[in-house]
Protein backbone atom coordinates (compact mmCIF):
# COMPACT_ATOMS: atom_id res chain seq x y z
CA UNK A 1 0.00 0.00 0.00
CA UNK A 2 1.53 3.12 -1.16
CA UNK A 3 0.34 6.74 0.68
CA UNK A 4 0.38 9.84 -1.91
CA UNK A 5 -1.33 13.23 -1.40
CA UNK A 6 -4.23 12.41 -0.27
CA UNK A 7 -4.74 9.08 -2.11
CA UNK A 8 -4.52 5.32 -1.50
CA UNK A 9 -2.71 3.58 -4.41
CA UNK A 10 -3.73 -0.40 -4.81
CA UNK A 11 -2.51 -2.35 -7.59
CA UNK A 12 -4.14 -5.63 -8.36
CA UNK A 13 -2.43 -8.80 -7.71
CA UNK A 14 -4.75 -11.37 -9.29
CA UNK A 15 -7.85 -11.19 -10.52
CA UNK A 16 -11.00 -10.77 -8.50
CA UNK A 17 -13.83 -8.41 -7.90
CA UNK A 18 -14.01 -4.56 -6.54
CA UNK A 19 -16.08 -5.16 -3.33
CA UNK A 20 -13.50 -8.22 -2.46
CA UNK A 21 -10.48 -6.54 -3.20
CA UNK A 22 -11.27 -3.41 -1.20
CA UNK A 23 -12.52 -5.31 2.17
CA UNK A 24 -8.91 -7.25 1.99
CA UNK A 25 -7.27 -4.22 1.18
CA UNK A 26 -8.65 -1.48 3.61
CA UNK A 27 -8.53 -3.13 6.77
CA UNK A 28 -11.84 -4.27 7.95
CA UNK A 29 -14.28 -2.21 6.56
CA UNK A 30 -18.09 -3.65 6.47
CA UNK A 31 -19.56 -3.71 3.14
CA UNK A 32 -21.79 -0.64 4.25
CA UNK A 33 -18.80 0.95 3.84
CA UNK A 34 -17.43 -0.18 1.43
CA UNK A 35 -20.93 0.46 -0.95
CA UNK A 36 -20.77 3.69 1.13
CA UNK A 37 -17.66 4.68 -0.54
CA UNK A 38 -18.58 3.75 -3.87
CA UNK A 39 -21.64 5.59 -3.76
CA UNK A 40 -19.70 8.99 -2.99
CA UNK A 41 -17.44 8.23 -6.14
CA UNK A 42 -14.07 7.99 -4.45
CA UNK A 43 -12.98 5.13 -6.00
CA UNK A 44 -11.35 4.69 -9.18
CA UNK A 45 -10.02 1.61 -11.45
CA UNK A 46 -7.68 3.23 -13.47
CA UNK A 47 -8.96 6.57 -14.62
CA UNK A 48 -12.54 5.60 -14.26
CA UNK A 49 -14.63 5.92 -11.30
CA UNK A 50 -16.22 3.20 -10.59
CA UNK A 51 -19.44 2.34 -7.98
CA UNK A 52 -20.56 -0.89 -9.09
CA UNK A 53 -19.27 -3.44 -6.27
CA UNK A 54 -18.68 -6.43 -8.68
CA UNK A 55 -16.64 -4.82 -11.07
CA UNK A 56 -13.78 -7.33 -12.00
CA UNK A 57 -10.77 -5.96 -11.60
CA UNK A 58 -8.16 -7.49 -13.86
CA UNK A 59 -4.39 -8.68 -12.39
CA UNK A 60 -1.99 -5.64 -12.44
CA UNK A 61 -4.50 -2.84 -12.78
CA UNK A 62 -4.53 0.05 -10.55
CA UNK A 63 -7.23 1.29 -7.92
CA UNK A 64 -7.24 4.60 -6.46
CA UNK A 65 -9.16 5.47 -3.09
CA UNK A 66 -9.74 9.28 -2.51
CA UNK A 67 -9.57 10.54 1.07
CA UNK A 68 -12.77 12.11 0.74
CA UNK A 69 -11.20 15.86 1.40
CA UNK A 70 -12.34 18.39 -1.34
CA UNK A 71 -14.18 15.55 -2.99
CA UNK A 72 -17.24 16.80 -4.82
CA UNK A 73 -20.79 14.87 -5.69
CA UNK A 74 -22.82 15.75 -8.14
CA UNK A 75 -26.53 15.87 -7.12
CA UNK A 76 -28.94 16.97 -9.66
CA UNK A 77 -32.71 16.20 -10.32
CA UNK A 78 -32.06 16.67 -14.06
CA UNK A 79 -28.45 15.06 -14.45
CA UNK A 80 -26.71 12.03 -13.29
CA UNK A 81 -23.27 11.34 -13.74
CA UNK A 82 -22.92 7.34 -15.49
CA UNK A 83 -18.83 7.48 -16.25
CA UNK A 84 -15.65 9.44 -15.59
CA UNK A 85 -12.53 9.90 -15.91
CA UNK A 86 -9.45 12.35 -16.39
CA UNK A 87 -10.70 12.60 -19.59
CA UNK A 88 -14.37 12.43 -20.08
CA UNK A 89 -17.65 12.84 -18.24
CA UNK A 90 -20.77 10.45 -19.44
CA UNK A 91 -24.17 11.57 -18.17
CA UNK A 92 -27.79 10.78 -18.23
CA UNK A 93 -29.58 13.96 -19.07
CA UNK A 94 -33.54 14.28 -18.10
CA UNK A 95 -35.88 16.29 -20.63
CA UNK A 96 -36.76 20.44 -19.85
CA UNK A 97 -32.67 20.60 -19.76
CA UNK A 98 -30.61 22.43 -22.59
CA UNK A 99 -27.26 20.70 -23.47
CA UNK A 100 -25.83 24.51 -23.26
CA UNK A 101 -27.43 27.98 -23.26
CA UNK A 102 -29.06 28.75 -26.73
CA UNK A 103 -27.69 32.30 -26.42
CA UNK A 104 -23.92 34.01 -24.91
CA UNK A 105 -24.70 35.17 -21.57
CA UNK A 106 -27.72 33.37 -20.95
CA UNK A 107 -28.04 32.34 -17.15
CA UNK A 108 -30.37 29.43 -18.28
CA UNK A 109 -29.16 26.55 -16.34
CA UNK A 110 -27.84 23.49 -18.20
CA UNK A 111 -25.88 20.41 -18.61
CA UNK A 112 -23.02 22.17 -19.18
CA UNK A 113 -23.42 24.64 -16.64
CA UNK A 114 -24.57 21.86 -14.09
CA UNK A 115 -20.92 19.91 -14.93
CA UNK A 116 -18.77 22.93 -15.36
CA UNK A 117 -19.90 24.20 -11.76
CA UNK A 118 -19.10 20.23 -10.53
CA UNK A 119 -15.62 20.08 -11.52
CA UNK A 120 -14.47 23.53 -10.36
CA UNK A 121 -15.30 22.15 -6.88
CA UNK A 122 -12.51 20.10 -7.31
CA UNK A 123 -10.65 21.72 -9.30
CA UNK A 124 -10.79 25.70 -9.26
CA UNK A 125 -8.96 25.21 -12.87
CA UNK A 126 -11.21 22.95 -14.18
CA UNK A 127 -13.73 23.26 -17.14
CA UNK A 128 -15.88 21.13 -19.49
CA UNK A 129 -16.74 20.92 -23.00
CA UNK A 130 -19.36 20.35 -25.26
CA UNK A 131 -19.22 17.78 -27.29
CA UNK A 132 -22.54 16.62 -29.34
CA UNK A 133 -25.88 18.03 -27.98
CA UNK A 134 -29.44 16.32 -27.31
CA UNK A 135 -32.71 18.50 -27.44
CA UNK A 136 -33.61 20.06 -24.38
CA UNK A 137 -36.90 17.50 -24.49
CA UNK A 138 -34.85 14.46 -25.11
CA UNK A 139 -33.25 12.25 -22.55
CA UNK A 140 -30.35 10.14 -22.79
CA UNK A 141 -26.75 9.40 -23.27
CA UNK A 142 -24.66 12.49 -23.17
CA UNK A 143 -20.95 13.15 -23.51
CA UNK A 144 -18.49 16.36 -22.29
CA UNK A 145 -14.97 16.80 -22.78
CA UNK A 146 -12.02 17.44 -20.13
CA UNK A 147 -10.11 19.69 -22.56
CA UNK A 148 -10.56 22.03 -25.22
CA UNK A 149 -8.21 19.60 -27.52
CA UNK A 150 -10.15 16.57 -26.93
CA UNK A 151 -13.17 18.40 -27.74
CA UNK A 152 -12.04 19.75 -30.91
CA UNK A 153 -10.75 16.01 -31.44
CA UNK A 154 -13.66 14.70 -31.07
CA UNK A 155 -15.95 16.74 -32.76
CA UNK A 156 -13.20 16.59 -36.01
CA UNK A 157 -13.58 12.40 -35.65
CA UNK A 158 -16.72 12.01 -34.46
CA UNK A 159 -18.02 9.77 -37.26
CA UNK A 160 -15.18 7.89 -37.40
CA UNK A 161 -15.39 7.14 -33.17
CA UNK A 162 -18.87 6.82 -33.02
CA UNK A 163 -19.54 2.91 -33.28
CA UNK A 164 -23.56 3.10 -32.34
CA UNK A 165 -25.83 5.36 -31.41
CA UNK A 166 -29.75 3.88 -30.65
CA UNK A 167 -32.11 6.08 -29.78
CA UNK A 168 -36.05 5.09 -28.50
CA UNK A 169 -38.77 6.96 -29.05
CA UNK A 170 -42.95 6.65 -29.22
CA UNK A 171 -44.39 7.64 -32.49
CA UNK A 172 -48.05 8.43 -33.58
CA UNK A 173 -49.86 5.85 -35.43
CA UNK A 174 -48.42 2.35 -36.67
CA UNK A 175 -45.33 2.36 -38.80
CA UNK A 176 -45.40 0.96 -42.76
CA UNK A 177 -42.93 -1.32 -42.99
CA UNK A 178 -42.83 -2.12 -39.26
CA UNK A 179 -38.87 -2.15 -39.93
CA UNK A 180 -36.90 -0.33 -42.50
CA UNK A 181 -34.39 2.03 -43.71
CA UNK A 182 -34.73 5.84 -43.81
CA UNK A 183 -32.76 8.12 -46.10
CA UNK A 184 -33.65 11.93 -47.03
CA UNK A 185 -31.59 15.26 -48.03
CA UNK A 186 -31.68 17.49 -45.42
CA UNK A 187 -31.91 21.31 -45.70
CA UNK A 188 -31.62 23.77 -42.68
CA UNK A 189 -33.52 27.57 -42.59
CA UNK A 190 -31.91 29.46 -40.28
CA UNK A 191 -34.55 31.62 -40.42
CA UNK A 192 -37.08 29.38 -38.70
CA UNK A 193 -34.41 26.50 -36.86
CA UNK A 194 -36.77 24.24 -39.11
CA UNK A 195 -34.87 21.04 -41.00
CA UNK A 196 -36.54 20.24 -44.04
CA UNK A 197 -36.35 17.02 -45.55
CA UNK A 198 -36.09 15.57 -49.82
CA UNK A 199 -36.35 12.37 -50.78
CA UNK A 200 -34.18 13.31 -53.62
CA UNK A 201 -31.06 14.80 -53.82
CA UNK A 202 -31.72 18.24 -54.03
CA UNK A 203 -28.02 19.47 -52.44
CA UNK A 204 -29.03 19.20 -48.96
CA UNK A 205 -26.90 16.77 -46.19
CA UNK A 206 -27.71 12.55 -46.57
CA UNK A 207 -29.50 11.20 -43.30
CA UNK A 208 -29.73 7.50 -42.62
CA UNK A 209 -32.07 6.67 -39.95
CA UNK A 210 -32.36 2.62 -39.48
CA UNK A 211 -35.51 1.56 -37.37
CA UNK A 212 -37.25 -0.83 -35.91
CA UNK A 213 -41.04 -1.23 -34.55
CA UNK A 214 -41.21 -2.83 -31.01
CA UNK A 215 -44.38 -3.15 -30.25
CA UNK A 216 -47.92 -0.77 -30.90
CA UNK A 217 -51.46 -0.53 -29.49
CA UNK A 218 -52.64 1.15 -33.09
CA UNK A 219 -52.38 4.33 -31.29
CA UNK A 220 -48.73 4.67 -30.87
CA UNK A 221 -45.75 2.78 -31.32
CA UNK A 222 -42.24 1.76 -29.47
CA UNK A 223 -39.71 2.56 -32.04
CA UNK A 224 -35.72 2.05 -31.80
CA UNK A 225 -33.65 3.92 -33.98
CA UNK A 226 -30.21 3.64 -35.19
CA UNK A 227 -28.44 6.68 -36.47
CA UNK A 228 -26.11 6.40 -39.10
CA UNK A 229 -25.59 10.14 -39.81
CA UNK A 230 -26.39 12.48 -36.72
CA UNK A 231 -28.24 15.28 -38.60
CA UNK A 232 -29.89 18.35 -36.45
CA UNK A 233 -33.34 16.70 -35.72
CA UNK A 234 -32.73 13.42 -37.55
CA UNK A 235 -35.09 11.46 -35.67
CA UNK A 236 -37.95 13.74 -35.06
CA UNK A 237 -37.66 15.08 -38.67
CA UNK A 238 -37.63 11.73 -40.59
CA UNK A 239 -40.55 10.16 -38.58
CA UNK A 240 -42.23 13.52 -39.24
CA UNK A 241 -41.82 12.62 -43.09
CA UNK A 242 -43.44 9.52 -42.30
CA UNK A 243 -46.83 10.23 -41.33
CA UNK A 244 -45.67 9.47 -37.63
CA UNK A 245 -44.07 12.20 -35.89
CA UNK A 246 -42.67 11.79 -32.27
CA UNK A 247 -45.45 12.40 -29.65
CA UNK A 248 -44.96 15.32 -28.28
CA UNK A 249 -43.36 16.83 -30.74
CA UNK A 250 -44.11 20.63 -31.66
CA UNK A 251 -42.28 21.31 -33.69
CA UNK A 252 -42.42 18.68 -36.40
CA UNK A 253 -45.57 17.09 -35.02
CA UNK A 254 -49.10 18.27 -34.62
CA UNK A 255 -48.68 21.60 -33.60
CA UNK A 256 -49.82 23.00 -29.91
CA UNK A 257 -50.87 18.91 -29.35
CA UNK A 258 -49.94 17.91 -25.94
CA UNK A 259 -48.21 14.95 -25.10
CA UNK A 260 -50.05 12.47 -23.03
CA UNK A 261 -46.87 12.03 -20.17
CA UNK A 262 -45.90 15.94 -20.98
CA UNK A 263 -42.76 15.18 -22.78
CA UNK A 264 -41.03 14.64 -25.74
CA UNK A 265 -40.94 11.00 -26.26
CA UNK A 266 -37.56 10.75 -27.73
CA UNK A 267 -34.86 9.14 -25.32
CA UNK A 268 -30.88 8.46 -26.30
CA UNK A 269 -30.59 4.86 -25.30
CA UNK A 270 -27.17 3.70 -26.34
CA UNK A 271 -23.71 5.22 -27.78
CA UNK A 272 -20.68 3.49 -28.11
CA UNK A 273 -17.34 4.63 -29.33
CA UNK A 274 -13.83 4.43 -28.98
CA UNK A 275 -12.10 5.82 -26.51
CA UNK A 276 -10.22 8.70 -28.35
CA UNK A 277 -7.21 8.56 -25.26
CA UNK A 278 -7.43 4.49 -24.39
CA UNK A 279 -8.74 3.71 -28.03
CA UNK A 280 -10.57 1.23 -26.13
CA UNK A 281 -14.47 0.93 -27.21
CA UNK A 282 -16.84 2.02 -24.72
CA UNK A 283 -20.55 1.83 -24.47
CA UNK A 284 -22.76 3.20 -22.40
CA UNK A 285 -26.78 2.74 -22.14
CA UNK A 286 -29.40 3.82 -20.28
CA UNK A 287 -33.07 2.58 -19.35
CA UNK A 288 -35.62 4.84 -21.56
CA UNK A 289 -38.77 5.82 -19.17
CA UNK A 290 -41.09 3.49 -18.32
CA UNK A 291 -43.79 5.49 -19.24
CA UNK A 292 -43.08 4.89 -22.95
CA UNK A 293 -43.81 1.58 -22.70
CA UNK A 294 -47.31 2.36 -20.98
CA UNK A 295 -48.29 4.52 -23.74
CA UNK A 296 -48.16 1.61 -26.07
CA UNK A 297 -49.44 -0.86 -23.04
CA UNK A 298 -52.87 0.95 -23.11
Not at 61 to 80: A, C, D, F, M
Request: proline share 3%; glycine share 6%; net charge positive.
Amino acid sequence: MIKRKQDTILKVAEATVLRDFLIAKMGGMTRSSIKQLLSQRRVKVGNAVQTRPDYSLKQGEVVTISSGRGNSQLTHPKLKIVYEDDYLIVVNKQPGLLTVAATPGSKETTAYSILRAYVKKQNARASVYVVHRLDRETSGVLVFARSEDLQHYMRDYWRELVTERTYIAVAEGVLDPREGQIRSWFTEDKRNAMVYSSPVDDGGDLAVTNYKTLRDNQVYSLVELHLETGRTNQIRVHLASKGHPIVGDRKYGHGNEESPIDRLCLHAKVLEFIHPVTEKTVRFETAFPKEFTRLVSE
